[in-house]
């Protein structure tokens, strides 16, 4: 009785069988390595400066920005309407606030809900923004009474700073540029003037944010005084270093690897 052998795979089986599967693995890596690619320009663009999550630039309108009044308790009037202006900006349009003579009140700049929203992605990132004042120079700055220049709030919470102390923003159109991070170090308050905001308390008011507002209202009010808003940005975080360190290790991995394969190519 013969007794059945078992079928042994010829040389070109299992040949092509390893090449298939090399060939899989490769057009797996490949998938990979591209995807690190992309995440690594990604990452060194951001590298270059923080990314913009939301900007006004009021270059063609006031971009949905208002104003509003707040007295030293904290109770809000209307204000007067924001005037577009093409040609007074830094450069082009911006948004002007002129003030009454003796109001009962502090003024600033009130946020679209577009510019709001973007603070929630913000948390690590920070702000910025462009102002001018137009006033008599006999004019005296107003400091003191909880009049910061940048409050955002969520629901009863808020974060705030001042900036512009002791000597108040450029008059005569010239501009000064103001830049917050959303760090501790940066010297947030929480809920009023007297109390440092942890990073905890800055983070949860980004998250959550629901108003943002920027002073404009800034000297004695005897006589008319303006103030020009321009190119409010909220920028997104930027990585850390070693996110950069890891991404580099996988593309040397990926790197090592794909040696490995050109070299186990040769010996077949």
């Known amino acids: 009785m013969n007794r059945l052998e078992p079928i ?24 990979m390595q591209r995807f690190l690619v992309a995440v690594a320009m990604t990452f060194l663009a951001g ?9 006004s630039t009021f270059d063609a309108d006031t971009q949905g920005w208002t104003s509003i009044g707040f007295n ?3 109770t809000p009037f209307s204000s007067p309407s924001l005037t577009w202006v093409g040609s007074a900006g830094n450069p082009g349009g ?45 004019a005296t700055f107003l400091i003191g009474n909880g009049r910061s220049d940048i409050i955002i ?15 108040g923003p450029p008059i005569n159109g010239s501009f000064a540029h103001y830049s917050l991070d959303f760090g501790a170090a940066s010297g ?17 008011v980004l998250l959550d944010a629901d108003t943002m507002q920027i002073r404009a209202d800034y000297w004695d009010r005897n006589l008319p005084t303006s103030s020009v808003l321009d190119n409010v940005a909220i ?7 070693e996110t950069y360190a890891m991404l580099l290790a996988g593309l040397g991995m990926l790197g090592f690897a794909a040696a490995r394969r050109k070299s186990a190519r040769a010996r077949y």
Do not use: M
């Open 47 to 55: 590298s270059a400066g923080a990314q913009a999550l939301v900007q």
């Open 94 to 138: 911006a948004v002007r606030y002129d003030s009454p003579i003796n109001p009962p009140y502090t003024a600033f700049f009130l946020a679209p809900a577009n510019v709001d929203a973007a603070l929630h992605s913000a948390i690590g990132g920070g702000i910025s923004w462009d102002l001018s004042t137009f006033h008599n120079p006999s």
């Open 235 to 241: 920028s997104a975080p930027i990585p850390e270093p």
């Open 188 to 204: 947030w308050l929480f809920n009023g003037i007297t109390t440092l905001a942890t990073q905890a308390q800055i983070d949860s």
């Open 153 to 167: 709030r969520a629901g009863a919470d808020s974060i705030r700073q001042i900036v512009t102390a002791p000597f």
């Open 72 to 74: 030293a308790s904290g």
């Open 8 to 31: 042994k795979p010829q040389g070109n089986v299992r040949a092509t069988f390893r090449s298939s599967c090399r060939l899989l693995w490769e057009e797996k890596a490949r998938h």
